[in-house]
């Protein structure tokens, strides 16, 4: 089968005042994506990063249904420790009653967020990653089992996957376990194991939500006409990406750095580090160049589908890179 291309839209924001234009720039690009022919479109919950918008997907998937009309729109993912699986349940079955067929559930559990955060974010102050497996348990009986109680309403249509999403061989296990379909994060962790799609595939379970695996990598795709335009993106993203881990940024009023800008920011070895990590398993270059990079990537994975991050600094980049990567593609 031929390897399917799909979006996550992490809703980048250059600078703190213009979190509503990246919110707004999020619903364009899905309505960009779905006319070019992409599978799905998919919106990350992010909380306290000045620089991502998305902190309540299902809010922003709500909006972005209204303006769409066939592309499959999904969250990537929502944290599912911090909530009740009764109450994910009741948002993603509201949202699949409008807009039939269309919409995703995807759930990881990572905290999306510092430590700090998870724990505002936790009812009583405590995160519960470790409940994980027991929540995703509870939302698949929650959305599967006509039985369940108390009932979910309005019901839950029966074509609503439920995904799980991680970086490593615990998620891959767990997806493998409940028979649910699998989207490993290399943007997260470009390091990842490359068999573990594989060995997702090879111990999947069948279950009532899916009758075969189905494997998709995210992967960090930065394709512009050129190759140095390519490479210049993809540098002032780690830049920024490292001010940002490296407490160089943060505060309520940083912006991100521009290209120029980030031309002169001082190259250290920690720096060169950084990004000497972050670079495999992604692609950036022309078309011809990250389109073979991508496929490749699929077949080391063994991936059914390809979905990419491609946070460029201007959102007009941004569309032109997934322009000329589902047309060479």
């Known amino acids: ?8 839209d992490q809703s980048f924001v250059r600078s703190p005042e213009l979190a509503h234009d990246a919110l707004h720039d999020t619903i364009s690009m899905a309505q960009w994506c779905e006319t070019l022919g992409y599978e799905r479109f998919w919106v ?10 998305g902190s309540a997907p299902e809010v922003l998937l709500a909006a972005i249904g209204m303006a769409t009309n066939t592309i499959r729109l999904g969250s990537g993912g929502i944290m599912l420790p911090h909530y009740s699986a009764y109450k994910i349940a009741e948002v993603f079955s509201l949202l699949s009653n409008l807009y039939p067929g269309r919409i995703d559930l995807g ?17 009583d102050g405590r995160p519960k990653f470790e409940r994980f497996p027991a ?15 108390p009932i979910v309403s309005p019901q839950p249509p029966k074509d609503l996957p439920l995904w799980v999403l991680g970086s490593s061989a615990d998620s891959a296990q767990l997806a493998a376990e409940k028979g649910l379909p699998y989207n490993l994060g290399l943007f997260i962790n470009p390091q990842a194991q490359h068999d573990l799609v594989r060995l997702y595939k090879h111990y999947f379970k069948s279950s009532e939500s899916g009758q075969r695996p189905y494997g998709v990598v995210t992967m960090g795709v930065f394709c512009c006409d050129t190759q140095a335009q390519a490479e210049e993106q993809q540098y002032t993203y780690d830049v920024n990406f490292f001010r940002r881990f490296s407490g160089q940024f943060g505060g ?5 750095l521009t290209p120029a800008q980030a031309r002169d920011f001082p190259v250290t070895p920690q720096l060169e580090g950084f990004i000497a990590q972050r670079s495999q398993n992604r692609a950036v270059g022309t078309p011809e160049r990250a389109c073979s990079i991508i496929r490749d990537v699929a077949k080391r994975f063994d991936a ?11 959102v007009e980049d941004r569309r032109r890179s997934f322009e000329l990567v589902k047309k060479t593609f």
Do not use: C, W
């Open 107 to 123: 759930i990881g559990r990572a905290p999306g967020a510092d430590m700090e955060t998870a724990v505002a974010l936790a009812t």
């Open 304 to 314: 059914d589908e390809v979905m990419m991050v491609t946070n460029m600094f201007r």
């Open 1 to 8: 089968m031929p390897i399917k291309l799909s979006v996550l």
């Open 252 to 256: 309520p009023n940083d912006s991100l």
């Open 44 to 53: 990350s919950e992010h909380h306290a990063f000045l620089t991502l918008a």
């Open 135 to 149: 929540l995703v348990d509870a939302l698949t009986r929650y959305l599967q089992d006509e039985n369940a109680t």
